[in-house]
């Protein structure tokens, strides 16, 4: 690794969250014999998130005006 000096917030920040404890909650390892999800699942379960989260950016759901209303 090269010697690149970073500032002392940053260089702190990127020790914490190098330590394996910061990332326990959202690293999850596979279990013995259990499937893992196929791509094809998973790119189906990523699409769907997606054209609900940004209607009318994916997938082929109508947008409409009346179906936005601002309350």
């Known amino acids: 690794m090269s010697n690149i000096e970073y500032p002392k917030g940053l260089k702190g920040t990127i020790d914490i969250l190098s330590q394996e404890k910061s990332y326990q909650s959202v690293c999850h390892r ?8 196929s791509v094809y699942i998973m790119e189906e ?5 997606r054209e609900i989260i940004f209607p009318g950016y994916f997938g082929n759901s109508p947008t409409v005006r009346e179906v936005f209303s601002i309350t």
């Open 30 to 37: 596979h279990y013995p014999d259990q499937p893992m999800p």
């Open 45 to 49: 379960i990523v699409d769907l998130i």
